[in-house]
């Protein structure tokens, strides 16, 4: 089955610089891959997505990234607010068939004023 | 719509005791999730159901655990007897269909502690 490995586990910032978090998976048929945003004693919510068809995404302030030869996808936030702090998680999901997301272990942002 | 309805959003039992968790579903979508969040293990998918039908319980902890969706707008997840262990937040998802690339919607969840 899939593997999703999620650094740091922890990550501070001060506001305004920019956070990395990095993810890496195990099955190359995996395609599809959202990130999830998990406020404090909140449920988690789908901040954006990105599919295998595709190299970078950007919404706004956020973007993802995916590597797919070296399976690894990243998370990149710019000029970080503390309205970011978070648990934020990455996950994998196979291309065909029934199949279920794969979450890694979450990273913890911590954006200082 | 109202979202991913679950219930109760906390439950405090003691150990040996059943717990029953319930969950609604966004209307019109076909996948219904279990996952149970701690601290040390992250998010566990416990049990997914496809169209009311269970698709894969291969993360149910242990026979104390049981779930079942008698419809398409109703699921429960019932532990029984509780175990201190068991004590985590237990979220419920539902997904438009079943290969989660249309997303997950997640509930509130219930944070179930067993004393």
């Known amino acids: 089955g899939e593997n999703v490995e999620q650094h740091p586990s922890t990550l501070s910032v001060q506001e305004g610089d920019s956070a990395v978090i990095k993810c890496t998976y195990s099955d190359s048929a995996s395609n599809y891959f959202p990130w999830y945003k998990q406020e404090l004693g909140k449920r988690p919510q789908l901040i954006i997505d990105?599919?295998?068809?595709?190299g970078e995404k950007k919404d706004q302030r956020i973007a993802v990234t995916l590597n797919k030869t070296a399976k690894h996808f990243s998370l990149h936030i710019t000029e970080t607010q503390p309205e970011d702090s978070a648990v934020y998680f990455c996950a994998a999901s196979p291309h065909s068939g029934y199949s279920t997301l794969t979450f890694g272990k979450g990273t913890m942002l911590l954006v200082s004023p | 719509d109202a979202g991913v309805i679950q219930s109760p959003r906390h439950e405090v039992t003691e150990m040996g005791q059943e717990v029953t968790l319930r969950c609604k579903p966004i209307s019109g979508h076909n996948s219904l999730f279990w996952y149970r969040q701690t601290m040390m293990r992250g998010l566990e998918l416990l049990i997914y159901f496809n169209n009311n039908v269970p698709i894969d319980d291969s993360g149910m902890p242990e026979d104390r655990f049981s779930a079942k969706m008698p419809n398409a707008s109703f699921s429960t997840l019932k532990i029984q007897p509780s175990e201190p262990r068991d004590s985590a937040v237990y979220f419920c998802?539902?997904?438009?269909?079943?290969?989660?690339?249309?997303?997950?919607?997640f509930g509130s969840g219930t944070r179930l502690t067993v004393v």
């Open positions: 990105i599919r295998s068809n595709v």
């Open positions: 998802a539902s997904s438009l269909d079943g290969t989660g690339r249309s997303g997950y919607t």
